[in-house]
Structures are given as structure tokens and as C-alpha cells.
């Protein structure tokens, strides 16, 4: 790495190269200002600064980090600043993404020292530059007594690492040294009762602000049924670990756990008993693998349930699982009561008032789907506030709204910004993915969706979106092959019977299709689907296959269907009238009109009136279409997304950790003054081999550890 120090003493410098040296940086550089520093790393990568809050120039340590925040190529540059009796901008550097601060004195006796203390503190923390930078401003405002301050880091801190008991003990201090007795008194309960290791600490702070060594007002135990919490379900072979979470579960107030060593019942049951609240599984089952059955889970419940995993040790390649799969919580084994107290706590609390991003993203996602416009306007200010939240996570989440809104053409181009801003590549593959297969771009959507299998080969949802891809391509052959191994995994899910149901009455299997659509609730998604393809059939000129597509629809519904099959009749009525076969049309359209629904009934009325004047007048009937999307317009999307694999794979990655405390701390200390410097701006301009790094722009993605 190299470093660059700044100082306009040259006897500093030569001090600060000695110690940096001595403690194993072997590439450092001196200057004397900050605009030399600038220049130098328009040339040359750095990845260490450290300066004044101010130079002999008059230019401000805070200039060169807004330079550092505007351009990625620079990203990575780590800034710690030398403090003096002038302290005024600092709380200002760290709001900008200052790493750490030092007291500078002209003898490498207290130099050596304060600089070896940041190399630890790093290895204390992990490099996690969030940590390390948050303890350095803690230090000051504390002895600055900037109580208000202390509060705002400590807010923040606690959204990206919720119920970091730490960080709780902290924010409460704050509070209780600003006077907030009651609010820090709450803060100092939900620490008592998520981190009792911390108890210790907890009573000196009583000690010291209600001279007592207990909380005064001790609340009573937390209920699961306060969270509107009642039910259960623990999977696991360790019959001695099922005893010790039924007895947590039982003591924390739920009224019924339900515990099974076996997956294979905990199914069955599942049959029976629909209504969960919880699930705390293990990750390595007998009979089942554990990333199968909880697949199989999530089909059945849904997303909005609380998933707790338990397992000694995850892979690094089953991590996007434990994503994909909505796990609120890792619990390692054994398992320690106390930890599994509060972790289930800490599910219960997120489910009511979330407050991790994973949790609210999760829950804004799954109001989008439902259409819940309130829910996810209020959710999606949440999560867009969230301080840890990077502009991929932004973008992503845009797609997932737009997809759901039926905006495709929106969706793709957020996935597609996501994808270059360096966010989930799966995640953003598989928005793409299924925005194409709408747009009706099938070539396109397979490669997509394939790279999605590839990357999350037990999730049946993506499994059956590459075979309804094939289907629509007319690869029968794929769709067979990619719907068998999805039945394999789970032939209970909706999604495999409605794939299936979709693949029988399009290859004529129409009695395949009647089992199949009568083992399920609703035949929306089928019905929509076969419509869009018959219409879409129609629309380039192959009347036959599309009126023969309804037809087959007709012949596989169940019995008792006459909504249905009136809905069905007039959508082949339309399609009829559009290859001019009037006479079919009216045949169609008067079983249309045997419909309940009134607007049906009418719309059937119109269109045969309309076919009634063309046959008499016998000029062919006018019907609108939507213009089809030209070669050129399909051709660029290819070129698209060609360009944004590229660039993910040629993308360097940099973590949530590396922005420092930017957005998770603000402050109005030094305000005034900080504009002062910042109306003037430093110029940069790169050079050499940087200038492919930031013609390319190097690609920003999120860390989970970081960013959890």
C-alpha cells in the first residue's frame, strides 16, 4: 500500500515517514499540501492519507475527501487526519468519510505509539472501517462533551448493526448524560435483556445516573404474544437441541412449539397446520438436505415468516442461500441459551418494528408483490433512509417495485443500473431475467435466467421461469428436462403445478393439464399466460396456433369453470375477429356472453355488434394493436446486457466498510466554516494508468458482513 503523508514541516515529514516505515509500510510518499497530494493521485494509486485538518495553503483536509467521495476510481482511499488545538472541522471529516484522528507530537516516542494504535484497532474490528472510525469520534465528542453528537453516531450505528449491544450501551450513556432518563432507561432494559454479558456495564450506568445497582421500573418479561406471536416450528435431529429452544420458546410466552426431528413430518404436519408465526430449522437435515426443505418451506408460508438457521458451520457457497431463503438470523451450535434468548428477541422485534435492512427490505419486497400501495411507500423511505444502504441496493429495489407495478421496460433499466453500480448479481439477473420474458425477448431472458440457476440451483421459482422461457421458445425438449428437475425438488409448490399446467396445454396434454390446474387454488397466472401467448401468436401472423392455443386452454379447465371459460371464450373471440374469421368470432363471443360479470358480458355485446356492421358492410374490422418492438430495439438489449456482464466481471469491488461513517453520522458541528472550504473544489483529473480505472468507473458492492 502506498502511503502519503502531508505536512508542511519538513522535519513532520521526515518524522512520519520514519514511524510509517518502522511499522512496515515500505512504500511512502511525502508532501507538503494537500493540492500535491491531489495531483500526485491523479498519477499514481494511494491507499493511505494522512494530513492536517488544515495546511499551510489554507486548503482543508475536507476538500480532498469530497474529491475522494465524487470519484470510485478513489474509493478505496482510506484519509486520517492530524489533530491540533483547532479540532473544529473534525467532527465534519468524519461525517465525510474520515477513518481515524491522531494527536500529532514532533517525538517518535508518542508518534509511534498513536499510529500503532489505529493498526490494532483494525485488527480489533476486522477491518471494519464503519467500527474503527466510529470509536475515533467517539473519543473526541466525548471529550468534547458534544452529547447531541454522541447520539446522532450512536442512531446510526445501530441501523446498520441492529441491536449491537455495545453500541445500545452507548446510545443510552449519551441519553442519560443529556438528561433522557426514561428513554435511556428503556434503551439500558433492551440491553439487559438481548446482552446479559453486558450486565456489568448496564449497573454501573444505574450506579451512576439512578444510584441503584438495578434498573429502576423493571419491566415485565417480553411475551411472544406482545408480538402477535403464538406458533412455532422447530426442525431439527438433535433431540437435546429441540428441548433446550421448546423450554426458550416456551419461557419467552409461546403457546405452542411444535418440534420435528424429521423434515419429512414437519411437511406432513405442515399439511394440516398452516398457521405459523415461526421457524427455526437446522441446515443439515436427514432424508431432506436442509436448503431443499426450507425451499420447500418458503413455498408454502411465503417470505413474511421469520426464518432462524441453525448449524455448526454454513459453506461460503451456501451463503446466498441463507439470502435468497429471507434467514433472519445464523444461530451457531451448540446452542447457548442466553444467545438463543436474544436472538429470537431480536426476530420478534424486527417482525414488529424493523429496523435491520435485510428485514425491511425483505418485508418492502413482499408488499410490492401484494400490491400494498400505503405499506410500501411507508417501507420504502425506511429502507431508502437507511444510512448502510448503498445506490445498487437503491436501484435493485426500484426494479423489484417497477417489475411488480407492470412497468418491465422501468424494471430492466433499473436492474441493468443496478448491475453496473456492482449490486447482487443474482438478484439483479433475475429482475432482468423475468422483465424480458415480459417484454418477450425469450432469448435474452434464458441467458439470464440460466446464470440465476446456476448461481441458486434449489430455488424451483427460478427453475421455472428458465422452463416457461423454453415454452415460449418452443423448446419443448428444455422445458422437460429444466421442469423435471424442479418437480424433483418440490412437486407440491404452485409454482411447479402452474409451469406444469402452462407446458401441458401448450404441447396438447390437455388431460395432464386438468389434474394438474385442479390441484390448484386459483388458475390466474396460467390463464394470463396462456392468453399473452395466444395473443402474442396472433399478433405475428399465426392465427391458427394462437385460436388452437385457446382451444386447448378451453379443453383443460375442470369442470365448473363457466367464468373461465367465458373470459377464455371472448379472449378467442378477439383473436378470431383479428384474422378476420367473423363468423368463428360470433360463435365464440355468444358463449362469452353466458359470463356473470357484467363488464364482460358488455365488452362481448360491443365486439359482436362491431363484427355484426363489418359483415354486413362487408369492410374487415378495425382493431387496435400495439406496435411490436423493433430488431433494432431487441438487438441494442442484447448489446445492453453483453456491455453490463462485462462490466461486472471486470468490476472491482468495494464495501459498504469503505465509506467510513459517510450517511450513517451528520453533524451540524463547524458547519459555517467546513462551507467556507467546500465552495472551493479541488480539481482532479486522472492520469496514466488510472485513466482506464476511471473511464471503466470502478463498480461499488455491498458487503453482507459490512453492511449487517
Known amino acids: 500500500m502506498r502511503c502519503l503523508a502531508i505536512s508542511a514541516s519538513s522535519s513532520q515529514r521526515q518524522l512520519l515517514s520514519s514511524v510509517l516505515k518502522e511499522l512496515g509500510f515500505g512504500n511512502v510518499v511525502v508532501v507538503s499540501d494537500i493540492k500535491t497530494c491531489l495531483e500526485m493521485m491523479e498519477a499514481e494509486e494511494v491507499g493511505w492519507i494522512i494530513g492536517p485538518l488544515q495546511d499551510a495553503n489554507d486548503c482543508s483536509i475536507l476538500q480532498l475527501l469530497e474529491a475522494i467521495n465524487k470519484q470510485p476510481v478513489l474509493r478505496h482511499v482510506k484519509v486520517s487526519v492530524l489533530r491540533d488545538e483547532d479540532q473544529e472541522l473534525l467532527p465534519k471529516a468524519f461525517a465525510m468519510g474520515a477513518m481515524s484522528c491522531h494527536k500529532f507530537a514532533m517525538t517518535r516516542e508518542a508518534c509511534y505509539p498513536e499510529l500503532k494504535k489505529l493498526l490494532e484497532r483494525l485488527t480489533v474490528h476486522e ?165 431443499v426443505f426450507l425451499y420447500k418451506l418458503r413455498n408454502r408460508l411465503g417470505l413474511n415468516i421469520p426464518l432462524l438457521v441453525i448449524n455448526e458451520s454454513i459453506e461460503e457457497r451456501e451463503i446466498p442461500f441463507l439470502s435468497e431463503l429471507g434467514a433472519s438470523r445464523l444461530l451457531q451450535k451448540p446452542i447457548d441459551e442466553k444467545r438463543l434468548n436474544a436472538d429470537i428477541i431480536w426476530a420478534l422485534q424486527q417482525h414488529t418494528n424493523p429496523t435491520d435492512p435485510q428485514v425491511i427490505k425483505q418485508k418492502l419486497v413482499l408488499a410490492s408483490k401484494r400490491h400494498d400501495l400505503a405499506e410500501t411507500k411507508k417501507l420504502k423511505a425506511l429502507y431508502f433512509n437507511l444510512p448502510a444502504l448503498m445506490d445498487a441496493e437503491k436501484q ?203 363488464q364482460r358480458m358488455n365488452k362481448a355485446k360491443s365486439l359482436k355488434t362491431r363484427i355484426v356492421a363489418a359483415i354486413n358492410s362487408g369492410e374487415p374490422i378495425a382493431l387496435k394493436s400495439e406496435p411490436q418492438i423493433s430488431e433494432k430495439a431487441e438487438q441494442d438489449r442484447m448489446d445492453e446486457i453483453k456491455k453490463m456482464e462485462a462490466s461486472l466481471a471486470a468490476a472491482e469491488k468495494i464495501s459498504r466498510s469503505d465509506y467510513c461513517l459517510i450517511n450513517i453520522y451528520r453533524t451540524a458541528l463547524g458547519e459555517d466554516r467546513a462551507q467556507e472550504f467546500l465552495s472551493k473544489k479541488l480539481n482532479f483529473t486522472p492520469r496514466g494508468k488510472l485513466v482506464k480505472d476511471y473511464h471503466r468507473g470502478l463498480v461499488l458492492e455491498d458487503s453482507t458482513k459490512d453492511a449487517s
Open 396 to 598: 435493485l429495489m426500484e426494479a423489484h417495485i417497477a417489475f411488480d407495478s407492470g412497468c418491465f421496460l422501468h424494471a430492466k433499466k433499473y436492474a441493468l443500473e443496478a448491475m453496473r453500480l456492482g449490486g447482487s448479481s443474482r438478484e439483479a439477473m433475475e429482475i432482468l431475467g423475468k422483465s424480458l420474458m415480459k417484454l418477450r425477448d425469450f432469448d435474452a431472458a434464458v441467458r439470464c435466467l440460466a446464470n440465476v440457476s446456476f448461481i441458486s440451483p434449489l430455488n424451483v421459482s427460478h427453475l421455472c421461469s428458465l422452463a416457461e422461457c423454453h415454452l415460449e421458445q418452443g423448446n419443448d425438449q428444455a422445458f422437460d428436462q429444466v421442469m423435471n428437475k424442479a418437480q424433483a425438488m418440490d412437486d407440491e409448490s404452485t409454482e411447479v403445478l402452474e409451469t406444469a399446467a402452462k407446458g401441458a396445454i401448450k404441447q396438447g396434454h390437455t388431460d395432464t393439464a386438468r389434474k394438474l390446474l385442479s390441484r390448484l387454488k386459483s388458475y390466474k397466472e396460467v390463464m394470463a399466460f396462456m392468453n399473452n401467448r395466444a395473443v402474442s401468436l396472433i399478433r405475428v401472423g399465426n392465427f391458427q396456433e394462437g385460436v388452437d392455443l385457446y382451444k386447448k386452454t378451453l379443453e383443460s379447465l375442470p369442470e365448473n369453470q363457466q367464468e373461465m371459460k367465458a373470459l377464455i371464450h371472448y379472449n378467442l373471440g378477439l383473436g378470431l375477429a383479428r384474422s378476420n374469421r367473423l363468423e368463428d368470432a360470433l360463435q365464440a363471443l355468444s358463449e362469452a356472453e353466458r359470463s356473470q360479470n357484467q
Open 127 to 291: 477491518f471494519d472501517f464503519i467500527k474503527v472510525a466510529a470509536s475515533y469520534l467517539q473519543e473526541y465528542l466525548q471529550e468534547a462533551r458534544e452529547f447531541g453528537d454522541l447520539r446522532s453516531l450512536f442512531t446510526g450505528l445501530l441501523q446498520v448493526y441492529p441491536g449491537h449491544p455495545d453500541y445500545m450501551l452507548s446510545l443510552a450513556h449519551a441519553l442519560l448524560q443529556m438528561g433522557e432518563l426514561d428513554t435511556g432507561r428503556v434503551i439500558l432494559h433492551q440491553v439487559k435483556l438481548t446482552g446479559p454479558d453486558r450486565n456489568d456495564r448496564v449497573r454501573a450506568l444505574c450506579q451512576e445516573f439512578f444510584e441503584s445497582d438495578e434498573l429502576p421500573d423493571e419491566p415485565e418479561v417480553v411475551l411472544a404474544e406482545h408480538f402477535g406471536f403464538r406458533t412455532c416450528l422447530v426442525v431439527d435431529p438433535n433431540e437435546g437441541s429441540l428441548e433446550v429452544m421448546k423450554q426458550t420458546l416456551q419461557n419467552l410466552g409461546f403457546g405452542e412449539v411444535i418440534c420435528q426431528r424429521d423434515p419429512i413430518a414437519a411437511l406432513k404436519w405442515l399439511r394440516l397446520n398452516k398457521k405459523v408465526d415461526l421457524l427455526i430449522c437446522e441446515w443439515k437435515l436427514p432424508n431432506i438436505p436442509g436448503p
